[in-house]
């Protein structure tokens, strides 16, 4: 999702990443409940190379950037922050550009994403951040205080996040109180 939200995206890296995203929404609880299923693991194998050859070539963005700097900081499986940081970061993509850039191509491609998501036609982007919530929740994605972040480590993490060139090619520049919000709800 990153990349295709990436202000560098360009149509090769849509079209890996619409194909990695609708096989993912098909697939995700499938491999987290059998494992051991041979059929879900090769899709899943495929799904992880769309989504290299997506992020060589878009780059990532605000998803990542905050993961990268958890991760150089706690001992987190990057899985983990990039799984946290989904559903708070798009809930305040989603608002930020329906606010200051409404009818925007990023917006356009939220609610692409919450069609792949949902199945639906015609959903709002709003009902994919929900849908990625109930996805979190299934995945019992866990707290990043579980691995030792703090609020103590809010200011740290602040100075540290809108450095990062993932940050840079977000779809809409967060300020630092929308960063914040989104480090205390990852909590």
Known sequence: MDPYISRRSNPLTDTLCWEGMVRASRLLLRIYH??????ACVDIALIRLFGGLALVNAGLAAVHGFAAVLGGMFPAPYSVPCGRFLQYVMASNVPALQERLPGSGPLRR??????IL????TPAAMDRILRV???CASLQV?????YGMMMADLPILIEKVPVGSSMQRNAI???????????AQAL
């Not at 939220?110 to 069609?115: D, F, N």
């Not at 520049?173 to 480090?183: A, D, S, T, Y």
Request: proline share 6%; aromatic share 12%; hydrophobic share 35%.
């Open 133 to 135: 919530e109930q996805l």
């Open 142 to 146: 866990p707290s990043l205080a579980s």
């Open 34 to 39: 059998q494992g051991n299923n041979a059929w």
């Open 118 to 121: 949902t199945r639906f036609s």
């Open 110 to 115: 939220y609610e692409e994403i919450a069609r």
């Open 173 to 183: 520049q967060l300020p630092r109180e929308e960063m914040w919000e989104i480090l």
